[in-house]
């Protein structure tokens, strides 16, 4: 069993299928492809994510032995290595995937039902989270649901089912692979539920919010940015400040947010791939967007430290005039009557304060354990380390503390998708050397990502 569809968990799944070994492959979401899938392009080769998982993902790559459930959780585990029994929970999708066509008109006839866009968009009565999705059918939440006879009635194959129950189900598996990845740090959510802009400096220990991403809307997550950047964005891949729809001239980084601290809130550890991620922002800007939209990153130190990566750096640079300044920005302000947002810093080669105006900040929010996650790791007995992350064998990074619990991706800890995918083919090789083949009269398995 592999718990968690994002890449790691679909390389993992893939690699298991290719082996001949049955996987089932559960995420809670209504789709495979995790965080990936809401990315624009990606380090070090700028390519369209989407473009590279897709064709994994669809319904003809998956051959016989993988067997995919959407909007499932795992409730309890019995067992041991070689003998799980673990029970399953399949949420509505309150639309009978056989029958929908895709057509879009339920969300035609509801104009708010828009999704995919964290933290920029939250409404999403029926959604798709993305234009490839696996499977390929809308999800609805009824909660969310003002009219649900008029949504009933406007599907013309009757696939839109409201009184759908949640199933329950008990599997037997061999091993179980963990890769239910990770949450971002929220930069205004952090250890205080208070009005956060302006904030007293005495508060300051307590939370992340001085950056003034609740109150600001041109202060966004790197993920936000990502959406913003993105065809299949908010914006349609258009980049305008969330404040007036204007485009930015000036962008700010500022890197470590939530990893590397000691606030309530942050872990003291760095997450490895957001160093990374803002010079591909950073580039990605100015090579798509426009060339004159000056681009810096504050940043602690950059750790550049894959392969090549360096050389990534220095395009950053030098091919594309990204200005990167060592210095650690304390707050964001934006004085009342101005539309542009403040960052002070200092520098170690002037010991005076620095103040610049921009159009857009982004914090560089990094990884963090999921509690619901965590919640699950506990439960299979696995030893965590104190920020929640599962403890690993030193020489064996995705085996957990438990026989035949395996991890691999953002759920071990923060790091970029090269890492995700090395750990996922480790952790099938792991996980499959206890199941047994199964021989099927079906079509092959599919070819590996990348080749
Ligand atoms: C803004 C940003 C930009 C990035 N850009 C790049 C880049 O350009 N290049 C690069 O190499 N890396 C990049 N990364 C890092 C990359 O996104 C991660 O390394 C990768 O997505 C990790 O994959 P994963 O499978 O471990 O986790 P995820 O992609 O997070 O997948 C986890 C999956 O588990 C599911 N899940 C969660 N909880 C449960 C549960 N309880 N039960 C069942 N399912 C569950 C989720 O729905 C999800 O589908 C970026 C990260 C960020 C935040
Ligand atoms: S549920 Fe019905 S209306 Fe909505 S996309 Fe599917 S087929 Fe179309
Ligand atoms: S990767 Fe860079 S930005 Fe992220 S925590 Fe580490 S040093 Fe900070």
């Given at each position: 069993m592999v718990v968690g569809g994002g890449l790691g968990g679909i390389r993992a799944a893939l690699d298991l299928a290719e082996a001949r070994k049955d996987v089932i492959l559960v995420d809670k979401?209504?789709?495979?492809?995790?965080l990936m899938a809401q990315l624009d392009r990606t380090f070090p080769?700028?390519?369209c994510d989407l473009c590279t998982v897709a064709p994994f993902t669809a319904k003809e790559g998956r051959g016989g032995h993988l067997d995919m459930r959407g909007l499932t959780t795992v409730t309890a585990v019995s067992g041991k290595e070689g003998n799980f029994t673990v029970s399953l929970m399949t949420a509505p999708r309150f639309i009978n995937v056989e029958k929908c066509t895709a057509c879009g008109e339920c969300q035609r006839q509801f104009p708010d039902c828009v999704d995919f866009a964290p933290g920029l968009d939250p409404r999403a009565p029926t959604c798709m989270r993305y234009p490839k999705a696996t499977p390929y059918a809308y999800v609805i939440d009824m909660a969310k649901c003002a009219d649900k006879e008029g949504l009933k009635k406007c599907c013309p194959v009757g696939?839109?089912?409201?009184?759908a129950l949640p199933k329950t189900e008990e599997v037997q598996c061999g091993s179980i692979i963990l890769a239910a990845g990770a949450d971002l740090f929220d930069p205004g959510n952090i250890g205080d539920t208070a009005p956060r802009y302006p904030v007293a400096a005495a508060q300051y220990p307590n939370h992340l919010d001085y950056f003034g991403y609740k109150n600001q809307?041109?202060?966004?997550?790197s993920l936000e940015y990502e959406r913003l950047l993105s065809a299949s964005g908010p914006t349609g891949g258009k980049l305008l400040r969330p404040s007036n729809g204007q485009p930015p001239k000036r962008v700010a980084w500022i890197q470590c947010v939530g990893s590397r601290g000691l606030q309530k809130g942050a872990g003291g550890y760095c997450s490895s791939a957001c160093c990374m991620f803002a010079l591909k922002e950073a580039i990605v800007t100015r090579e798509r967007f426009d060339s004159e939209i000056e681009t810096t990153i504050f940043y602690?130190?950059?750790?550049?430290?894959?392969?090549?990566y360096e050389k990534y750096l220095t395009r950053a640079k030098e091919q594309y005039g990204v200005r990167l300044v060592h210095s650690r920005p304390h707050d964001v302000l934006r004085p009342e009557g101005v539309d542009r947002l403040q960052v002070s810093y200092t520098v170690d080669a002037e010991p005076k304060l620095i103040t610049e105006e921009f159009d857009m900040v982004v914090l560089s929010t990094g990884f963090k354990m999921n509690a619901e996650v965590k919640k699950l790791a506990e439960n299979l007995g696995l030893e965590l380390y104190a920020d929640g992350f599962p403890k690993t064998d030193c020489f064996n990074a995705v085996a957990s503390s438990v026989p035949g619990v395996y991890v691999c991706g953002t759920i071990q800890g923060g790091k970029d998708i090269p890492e995700t995918m090395t750990q996922a083919s480790a952790a099938s090789c792991l996980a499959g050397g206890k199941v047994a083949v199964t021989p099927r009269?079906?079509?092959?398995p599919p070819a590996l990502m990348g080749q």
């Open positions: 979401a209504p789709c495979i492809g995790g080769t700028n390519n696939a839109i089912e409201p009184d809307p041109d202060v966004v997550t602690m130190d950059m750790r550049t430290f894959g392969k090549d009269p079906q079509a092959e």
